[in-house]
T-cell receptor, first 115, second 114 residues
Framework: QKEVEQDPGPLSVPEGAIVSLNCTYSNSAFQYFMWYRQYSRKGPELLMYTYSSGNKEDGRFTAQVDKSSKYISLFIRDSQPSDSATYLCAMSGRRYGGSQGNLIFGKGTKLSVKP | ETGVTQSPTHLIKTRGQQVTLRCSSQSGHNTVSWYQQALGQGPQFIFQYYREEENGRGNFPPRFSGLQFPNYSSELNVNALELDDSALYLC?????????????FGNGTRLTVT
């Protein structure tokens, strides 16, 4: 079993839809959870960062962590064509990977938002 | 504020050859990490450098090596290239103080090994 599982999609939604992206993980030592967005031919860009269980909201984006179920989610409200990208979940036992920078990433989910 | 820059953007090498990839960290960052992203996969941690020394390493063989220079630029060297080394190589910089800061990624070098 991989440490982090993420459905690669692709996921196609109409503009304005609510998007739900998810990851499951097996390592109970993970405490820090991140979502990155990666446009084609670009590097990953940090979208959301959450520590332990709970919710975090930033504009149209909401990140949820359920440590008891080892399940994290990213919700995108009022999705736009500009949200079309690959979304990567990442996690670590230390803040942002700690002093050793080691983040464990999911495979990424490719999202397409159609106008 | 300049971001993380990587060169070259694309590279084609033959199996058995050696390659050097370069990275210039974001201004003010003193730590650099390298990741390998195979097609359709998430990035995998190769290693991190802090104060010119390797500070952590993922599950990659010794033929993957690196350097960090006093100006915080960095190199990733891969010897005896194999076909499976074909991937996007990402450099990420951060500032290590108390705790850590988010990784800022460059746009990567696409390496193709034939």
């Amino acid at each position: 079993q991989k440490e982090v599982e993420q459905d690669p999609g692709p996921l196609s939604v109409p503009e304005g839809a609510i998007v739900s992206l998810n990851c499951t993980y097996s390592n109970s030592a993970f405490q820090y959870f991140m979502w990155y967005r990666q446009y084609s031919r670009k590097g990953p860009e940090l979208l959301m960062y959450t520590y332990s269980s709970g919710n975090k909201e930033d504009g149209r984006f909401t990140a949820q962590v359920d440590k008891s179920s080892k399940y994290i989610s990213l919700f995108i409200r009022d999705s736009q064509p500009s949200d079309s990208a690959t979304y990567l979940c990442a996690m670590s036992g230390r803040r942002y990977g700690g002093s050793q920078g080691n983040l464990i990433f999911g495979k990424g989910t490719k999202l397409s938002v159609k106008p | 504020e300049t971001g993380v820059t990587q060169s070259p953007t694309h590279l084609i090498k033959t199996r058995g050859q050696q390659v050097t990839l370069r990275c210039s960290s974001q201004s003010g960052h003193n730590t650099v990490s390298w990741y390998q992203q195979a097609l359709g996969q998430g990035p995998q941690f190769i290693f991190q450098y802090y104060r010119e020394e390797e500070n952590g390493r993922g599950n990659f063989p010794p033929r993957f090596s690196g350097l960090q220079f006093p100006n915080y630029s960095s190199e990733l060297n891969v010897n005896a290239l194999e076909l499976d080394d074909s991937a996007l190589y990402l450099c990420a910089s951060s500032f290590a103080r108390q705790g850590s800061s988010p990784l800022h990624f460059g746009n990567g070098t696409r390496l193709t090994v034939t």
